[in-house]
């Protein structure tokens, strides 16, 4: 029986992807050697860096004015390193506190000696509007694209006077987002690109500036001088991102597997909204595709759920422990029969506990 991994992250990846990845662990191109084992400096990996870079900035549309940075340390280590990389000019920088990793975000600028960090946070129960009477002079205004824990998504980005920065971690490639209304993307590879162990940073080259008291593998115009490699680069990572934008281009891109992501989520949250025992309270125009939170509103029946869709093989519904309930993470590599096995399992489930009804939190 076939296994579906909802999980939020590290994520499914698709299946070409893996077994591609069980011959090139034995012998990478005919080398003899395995992807694991190949020299960062030899041109086995050159020529495959630039294919990856080169795949990515097309099913961006990246133009030449960005520099495209491969790094390590995940998510997490570019909330500090953006700012002490573009926060140089005001020492003043503001964001959008759109739910947890927005607050980690935060937490981290906040950290760094001498900047000021404004913090919008949401006046009702909307996200905070990036539409703001912002403070002037400011090196950034930051966002979450898509919040993982909270299953809510900017799908609208307004033009503002300020440069704009977000982490885009879970829903990059997932839908189509302009890169020219950005001063600088982020996202962690787990999600919609790979595997951990990587980070994608993509940043106007106009903003970059040599950060001499930085590590270099935190000073991004060091990185983009050495092209990601001032150090050994997390190559595997590098490499199964490489497979899965191969892959990716075959479902006919961002544009194609945006049509795909939004099918597959809308047979979800058509069930769940007419569901007497499933609820999900989040505003239509604000619904995350890539992670699709409801529950029962009994933390007793959600669990129960979680054990029987496990019993079927449908794994990681569990919400974050954050929040409770279910998260079913809908990301590119999910394929629709998943999506179709889950909403069979809520059917049976419902149907199944006719006397419980949903209560909203
Ligand atoms: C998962 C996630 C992160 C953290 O990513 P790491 O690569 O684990 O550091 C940051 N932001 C968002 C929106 C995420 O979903």
Redesign the pocket.
């Given at each position: 029986m076939d296994v579906y991994n909802f999980s939020a992250?590290p994520s499914v990846l698709p299946n070409e992807v893996k077994q591609q990845i069980t011959k090139d662990i034995i012998s990478y191109q005919n080398s003899g050697m395995s992807i694991l084992e190949i020299s960062h400096r030899s041109s086995l990996y050159t020529d495959m860096l630039a294919k990856v870079q080169a795949d990515l900035r097309d099913l961006m549309k990246i133009s030449d004015e960005y520099a495209v940075l491969f790094l390590p340390g995940?998510?997490?280590l570019q909330f500090t390193n953006l700012a002490l990389n573009l926060a140089t000019k005001f020492n003043h920088v503001a964001y959008l506190n759109s739910g947890h990793?927005a607050q980690?975000a935060i937490d981290a600028a906040k950290k760094v000696p001498g900047l000021q960090v404004d913090v919008i946070d949401s006046t009702n129960e909307y996200l905070p509007d990036i539409n703001q009477n912002w403070s002037p002079q400011l090196d950034y205004v930051h966002l979450?694209t898509?919040?993982?824990i909270e299953g809510t998504t900017y799908h609208q980005i307004p033009e503002l006077n300020e440069p704009l920065v977000a982490?885009m971690?879970?829903n990059i490639l997932a839908q189509p987002y302009d890169v020219n209304q950005f001063d600088l993307i982020y996202a962690?590879a787990?999600?919609n690109m790979g595997i951990?162990g990587l980070?994608i940073v993509i940043v106007k080259k106009e903003r970059l500036k040599d950060m001499t008291n930085l590590s270099d593998v935190m000073n991004f115009w060091l990185e983009e001088k050495k092209n990601s490699e001032p150090n050994t680069p997390p190559v595997f990572s590098i490499y199964v991102a490489g497979l899965v934008f191969d892959w990716l281009k075959k479902q006919g891109g961002v544009a194609g597997i945006y049509q795909q992501n939004k099918a597959q989520a809308k047979m979800l949250y058509d069930y769940i909204d007419q569901s007497n025992l499933f609820g999900n309270q989040v505003k239509q125009a604000e619904r995350s595709l890539t992670n699709i939170v409801f529950s029962t509103g009994n933390s007793e029946l959600d669990k129960e759920f979680i054990a029987e869709a496990a019993d079927e093989q449908l794994i990681s519904l569990a919400g974050h422990r954050l929040v409770g309930g279910m998260r079913a993470s809908l990301y590119n590599a999910m394929p629709t029969s998943g999506v179709e096995k889950l909403l069979s399992v809520m059917q049976k489930f419902e149907q199944n506990h006719k006397g419980d009804h949903y209560v909203r939190n």
């Open positions: 992250g995940g998510a997490t990793w980690k979450t898509n919040n993982t982490d971690s879970s962690g787990q999600k951990a980070a």
